[in-house]
């Protein structure tokens, strides 16, 4: 199955909005064109345990970035038994294994470029992502909703009483027999 995660969006005027739609959103990826089971990946596999599947990221039919599978770090097994340590993962889970090396993430590009080339991607440009033996999946960007407005951080003073506990205000309230305390203190002490 291809994962793809859409993290950035630009508005009209070109400005970017990072992480306007983070990874963990409810319609920040598509998963597709279809899964496959470990067996039908096995001819992949080279003698070391990883997938030789080649990968393509491409904006508007033009090419990003291209790799191999194999140039993780990692094995699939390897990085599940990693993602499992203290959690469960269970049946029906996704884990995603990262950008394809050498393109697949516009800001990784950026950052080893110096510049925004290739551009960020706006309205109407369509990516295609690309595993051998799984398939390819395509997006085109829409115009995203306008994003809600958050009142900006205001600074609060810190000289105020706190409000009292919920158990110290409770305690303060029983009823004591007048002197009844003073005299139990008395007796201890003697």
């Known amino acids: 199955m291809v994962l793809h995660p859409r993290q950035h969006r630009s508005d009209e ?6 992480q306007a739609a983070a990874e963990g959103k409810d319609t920040a990826a598509t998963l597709g064109p279809h899964l496959v089971t470990a067996d039908e990946l096995e001819p992949y596999h080279d003698t070391d345990g990883f997938l ?11 090419v990003i970035g291209k790799d191999l599978l194999s140039n993780m770090s990692w094995t699939f097994e390897e990085m599940v038994a990693y993602a499992s340590r203290g959690t469960y ?19 990784e590009l950026w950052g ?9 991607l706006t309205p109407g440009d369509t990516v ?5 033996g ?3 999946v ?8 306008a994003p809600l407005p958050v009142p900006t951080a205001r600074k609060r003073p810190r000289a105020r009483p706190s409000p009292p506990h919920p158990a110290a205000a ?8 007048p002197g009844g305390g003073a005299r139990r203190t008395a007796a201890r002490a003697c």
């Open 128 to 132: 295609t992502l690309t595993v051998e």
């Open 138 to 145: 395509s997006n085109t960007v829409v115009p995203g909703t």
């Open 13 to 18: 005027d070109g400005a970017q909005d990072r």
């Open 112 to 120: 080893v470029r110096g510049a925004q080339t290739p551009p960020p």
């Open 89 to 107: 993962v269970r049946p029906g889970d996704v884990l995603g294994s990262g950008t394809c090396g050498n393109g697949g993430c516009l800001a």
């Open 52 to 62: 030789r599947l080649a990968l393509t990221a491409e904006v508007n039919g033009k």
């Open 134 to 136: 799984i398939g390819t």
């Open 170 to 177: 409770a305690a303060n309230t029983r009823r004591r027999p």
